[in-house]
């Protein structure tokens, strides 16, 4: 195949620029949306299924580029001796996901990771004074099942996020009940995030 020669410089150079702009455009319209879609877009349709209602078996399946270890679920703050299981890639852990006794549907989804963002900007990492700028009404309080970790939830918010926190680390100050007091350390990370299941988007 031969290759057409220009004999004025100008005119060359414009063609090696069009060259690299077209390429650029292939670039960017093509394989960047597509690699986005493997990563962003797979984590948000995983949140979606788990709202809309998804078997455990058939969730699993759907999710393959991992793979899924069984862990006790009281080690992400549920009063359970049953077994979830966490979705690890790449020896890291992105999420848990499991049953009720007896039920075949997901009951939740924990986010552990900050590759994965929920809620258009808010993450595992992101602050609970990121999430109380989105949700300025949104509700502080502490667990009072073990005082392990503190949380927050807003209405017409389909999430919870967690902070592991110590006695004298708290992000807030609480009653004896558990409900805020005053609000202290709002600066303090994100641990987990939790997303039920069974309810529409």
């Given at each position: 195949?031969?290759?057409r020669k220009y004999e004025n410089p100008s005119i060359a150079?414009?063609?090696?620029?069009?060259?690299?702009?077209?390429?650029?455009?292939?670039?960017?319209?093509?394989?960047?949306?597509?690699?986005?879609?493997?990563?962003?877009?797979?984590?948000?349709?995983?949140?979606?299924?788990?709202?809309?209602?998804?078997?455990?078996?058939?969730?699993?399946?759907?999710h393959t580029n991992g793979v899924f270890i069984p862990k006790?679920?009281?080690d992400y703050g549920i009063d359970s001796e049953a077994m979830?299981?966490?979705?690890?890639?790449?020896?890291?852990?992105?999420?848990?996901?499991?049953?009720?006794?007896?039920?075949?549907?997901?009951?939740?989804?924990?986010?552990?990771?900050?590759?994965?963002?929920?809620?258009?900007?808010?993450?595992?990492?992101?602050?609970?004074?990121?999430?109380?700028?989105?949700?300025?009404?949104?509700?502080?309080?502490?667990?009072?099942?073990?005082?392990?970790?503190?949380?927050?939830?807003?209405?017409?918010?389909?999430?919870?996020?967690?902070?592991?926190?110590?006695?004298?680390?708290?992000?807030?100050?609480?009653?004896?009940?558990?409900?805020?007091?005053?609000?202290?350390?709002?600066?303090?990370?994100?641990?987990?995030?939790?997303?039920?299941?069974?309810?529409?988007?």
């Amino acid at each position: 195949m031969s290759t057409r020669k220009y004999e004025n410089p100008s005119i060359a150079m414009l063609m090696k620029f069009l060259y690299k702009l077209i390429g650029v455009l292939w670039l960017t319209t093509f394989i960047v949306p597509t690699m986005m879609l493997g990563q962003e877009g797979k984590t948000y349709s995983s949140i979606q299924e788990v709202r809309k209602g998804i078997t455990l078996q058939a969730f699993k399946k759907k999710h393959t580029n991992g793979v899924f270890i069984p862990k006790p679920l009281y080690d992400y703050g549920i009063d359970s001796e049953a077994m979830g299981w966490v979705f690890v890639q790449q020896g890291k852990p992105q999420y848990v996901v499991w049953t009720k006794a007896h039920d075949i549907v997901v009951e939740e989804i924990i986010i552990l990771s900050s590759n994965i963002t929920v809620d258009g900007t808010i993450k595992v990492g992101s602050s609970f004074a990121d999430f109380l700028h989105r949700y300025p009404k949104a509700t502080v309080a502490l667990d009072m099942v073990d005082e392990a970790y503190e949380y927050a939830t807003a209405l017409h918010c389909f999430y919870t996020i967690e902070a592991l926190t110590q006695p004298l680390q708290r992000i807030g100050e609480y009653n004896e009940e558990g409900t805020l007091k005053k609000l202290l350390a709002p600066q303090h990370r994100i641990d987990r995030i939790r997303i039920k299941g069974h309810t529409q988007p």
